[in-house]
T-cell receptor, first 113, second 113 residues
Framework: DAGITQSPRYKITETGRQVTLMCHQT?????MFWYRQDLGHGLRLIYY???????DKGEVPDGYVVSRSKTENFPLTLESATRSQTSVYFC????????????FGPGTRLTVL | QKEVEQNSGPLSVPEGAIASLNCTYS??????FFWYRQYSGKSPELIMF????GDKEDGRFTAQLNKASQYVSLLIRDSQPSDSATYLC?????????????FGTGTRLQVTL
């Protein structure tokens, strides 16, 4: 399917487990982003990537790991999930930096028990 | 002080009226400004972006930017029930990289019949 997809859409896990959220885009956009959205905090940037093998931290990177071996994929891993990581996670992509539009995936709702 | 501030609402307007959504930002050197719409349970989608002082119109939507006062607003004319959503203001601050959006927490708009 064309566009940006995320999997799984819903995930329940337990504290201490490793979880990987997948993001895939078919546009060959250079930039990809991971956000989390929580009540009272809005969307906060976790990590972003300007190209394959280039990643950088956002506002709230602690407890998360990313990789980008291929342009179209940008997985987000929670190495040891905590309850505070319960959130809705959005992946986004954009063709260029700066003012270019970011396109968002449908989101993954993660619950950490 | 938050980098991007919005009134959480809800802002309730009758159908056919003008809805006015406001956003202030703290970084005076911010360059680019965006309005995203997010329906409940869905991902954000871009409505408008604005870079220069003044007004920018697109159909029923008008974005207004005043860099001296550090605010950006979104006007929705002839509001429809389908406009009921949360509107997110996003800014690219001077201190960040050109790719990194900072979001406000959003204003929930309710258009009543």
């Amino acid at each position: 399917d064309a566009g940006i997809t995320q999997s799984p859409r819903y995930k329940i896990t337990e504290t201490g487990r490793q979880v990987t959220l997948m993001c895939h885009q078919t546009w060959s956009h250079s930039y990809m982003f991971w956000y989390r959205q929580d009540l009272g905090h809005g969307l906060r940037l976790i990590y972003y990537s300007a190209a394959a093998d280039i990643t950088d931290k956002g506002e709230v990177p602690d407890g998360y790991v990313v990789s980008r071996s291929k342009t179209e994929n940008f997985p987000l891993t929670l190495e040891s999930a905590t309850r505070s990581q319960t959130s809705v996670y959005f992946c986004a992509s954009s063709e260029f930096s700066g003012g270019n539009e970011q396109f968002f995936g449908p989101g993954t709702r993660l619950t950490v028990l | 002080q938050k980098e991007v501030e919005q009134n959480s609402g809800p802002l309730s307007v009758p159908e056919g009226a003008i809805a006015s959504l406001n956003c202030t930002y703290s970084d005076r050197g911010s360059q680019s400004f965006f309005w995203y719409r997010q329906y409940s349970g869905k991902s954000p989608e871009l409505i408008m972006f604005i870079y220069s002082n003044g007004d920018k119109e697109d159909g029923r939507f008008t974005a207004q930017l005043n860099k001296a006062s550090q605010y950006v607003s979104l006007l929705i004319r002839d509001s429809q029930p389908s406009d009921s959503a949360t509107y997110l203001c996003a800014v690219i601050p001077r201190t960040g990289t050109a790719s990194k959006l900072t979001f406000g927490t959003g204003t929930r708009l309710q258009v009543t019949l």
